[in-house]
């Protein structure tokens, strides 16, 4: 099998010894002009680079970035938002020919464990975090570790993380808006998990909106679930079949929308003449289901490279920054219309 | 900033020279066991670590593994295949505490320089290789370098490259089947690239299987796409609007299924009265429309576990294996029918 060209093999290449191909090679003095070229010629010819190991002893960058996602691995394939926000990042990453790291970490622990390993034995130069908690261990290690940071999705980093986020709590103003236009006075919020920042945000912009628009607290409310169309089923079901059901249900992403209106279709109520349905983030889904749904557009992609041309201008030297991704947009389809009158 | 720890740091906190700390951590002789004992604590309280770089000089493992995609960032978030099979991936890596170094690559000369670059930077200690071609200069490349490899998808790899592969060929075998036994005799697949070694099985398969039925080359054939839900509209279009059109499609993906779903409800042609169709992937696209996609179910998660899985037992010292994943299986729903009588 083929191996790594070595120092060994330059300095038999070039008929010279192993000390005078180390001196050629990092520019220390020893040998002549003309023997560093032929050396460094050998060097080339044989496809030799300093290893990154050599290069991180000496204290220059490892040259690859890190990305931990403490998620069940099984759970990736589920929602298109995390391969958008991927495809985002390595467009910045590509483009900038830094390497993506990326493990699964079984929980919050373990992603600080890797964080720990991975910046003690140099495998980053730095990290981007997602998922941001509502108590949220990371930003506090990081801090200490000096590990360079970008947050993705927190609007108030710790400092001197820098954070990229989008405005979920005005968002969930826009969506009320859209359902109060229409005349929705019972809306049921299907949220994803609760200790997720993200989520705490609009599960509070929908409390604060719904207070400020004169709305009943028990009929304006939102419903923790895993984010899973088993949970989104279960939970339209549950709140369907309930004594004054909502009028309106908005989902906390696709995959639950999509569930829910299977649920609808099932009890038969008609979507959009008795239920009206909204999705947090649109995808191909959204746009192939009958009715068509009523979506938060984002340009998710968009996200994940603006967090990741943060993380390198930080990674050059610029300084921790809190940056805002573009406002995601309601597009009204089909699913949304009028509550029934009888209502 | 916080720093790494450092030699510097264990030695000035446990109060004894570098040296000492240098002696202790790596076994050698120089230090009392009492010293010994105490430097190992220190260490391990300020969290060092042997960094990678040290680690690498000493020959040992790199601890990653590495997936280059040479293909446009921004396609990455449009099937969810890919997603599927990295999240199998990370099943089996996470498990060995592996991080996989991921990048998108503009082709694959782009490709083939990172294999070499990580490779001479010891970044990675194997890779596996997605999207075998028909002619394809990763292998032998691979081979000269000696950077460990399994080649996903590929049935007969240049030795001594492993491979983990599915059985399109056989596949295609099964959809024919199904839609021979229905009655259709004019079946159109919109193929994906046909530069794709999986694809080029597909094409081969159906133009074998066809002549061996006896039905006509001009009436069973396959049209190439790019996999884009927007090519996949088109050759529907095309195919549909031709004289003598096909009373069955087969697509290569579910974005071009369900993109050619839309087209045929666009031309006012019932499914599956007038038009069946197959799609190659399930998921979840296939099914919420309406009707729901007869479609090829496999273990995507699966087949990718199984391939990081064949790679790590390879750097385990495990010789060159040719493994075949889970066989797809047909699961007829609503978009199969008998063709109309008229046809």
Redesign the interface.
């Known amino acids: 099998?083929?191996?790594?060209?070595t120092i060994k093999d330059i300095a038999r290449r070039a008929g010279v010894s192993e000390s005078a191909v180390s001196f050629a090679l990092n520019g220390r003095p020893g040998v002549s002009d003309g023997t560093r070229a032929r050396i460094r010629r050998v060097a080339e010819e044989l496809?030799?680079?300093?290893?990154?190991?050599?290069?991180?002893?000496s204290g220059e960058r490892v040259g690859?970035v890190?990305l931990v996602l403490a998620r069940p691995?099984?759970?990736?394939?589920v929602e298109?938002f995390?391969?958008?926000l991927?495809?985002?990042i390595?467009?910045a990453?590509?483009a900038a020919g830094?390497?993506?790291?990326?493990?699964?970490?079984?929980d919050l622990d373990a992603e600080c464990a890797?964080y720990?390993?991975?910046?003690?034995?140099?495998?980053v130069d730095g990290v981007l975090v997602v998922d941001p908690r509502t108590r949220d261990p990371r930003p506090a290690l990081l801090?200490?570790?000096?590990l360079p940071a970008v947050t993705v999705g927190d609007p108030r980093p710790a400092p001197?993380l820098s954070s990229v986020w989008a405005d979920d709590a005005r968002a969930m103003v826009q969506v009320l808006d859209h359902l109060a236009a229409l005349g929705h006075r019972r809306i049921v919020h299907v949220a994803g998990l609760p200790d997720l920042a993200h989520t705490a945000r609009r599960i509070d912009s929908l409390r604060i909106e719904a207070r400020r628009r004169g709305l009943r607290p028990d009929e304006v409310r939102s419903v923790p679930t895993d984010y899973s169309?088993a949970e989104g089923a279960a939970a339209t079901r549950r709140v369907l079949c309930a004594p004054r059901p909502p009028t309106a249900l908005v989902y906390d992403n696709d995959?639950m929308a999509?569930a829910g209106?299977?649920v609808a279709a099932g009890l038969g109520i008609p979507v959009p003449a008795r239920l009206s349905l909204v999705a947090w983030d649109d995808s191909?889904?959204c746009r192939?289901?009958?009715p068509r749904l009523t979506a938060l557009v984002r340009d998710?992609?968009g996200f994940g490279r603006l967090a990741a041309e943060e993380l390198l201008a930080v990674l050059a030297g610029g300084p921790p920054r809190v940056r805002q991704a573009e406002q995601p947009r309601l597009e009204p389809r089909e699913s949304t219309a009028p509550p029934p009158p009888a209502y």
């Open positions: 099998m083929a191996r790594r060209p496809g030799w680079r300093p290893d990154s190991a050599a290069r991180a002893l690859a890190g691995a099984h759970t990736l394939g298109s995390f391969l958008q991927v495809s985002g390595q467009e990453l590509s830094t390497p993506l790291l990326f493990q699964v970490a079984e890797l720990r390993r991975w910046w003690a034995e140099r495998r801090t200490a570790l000096g001197p169309d995959v999509v209106a299977a191909a889904l192939v289901t009958h998710t992609a």
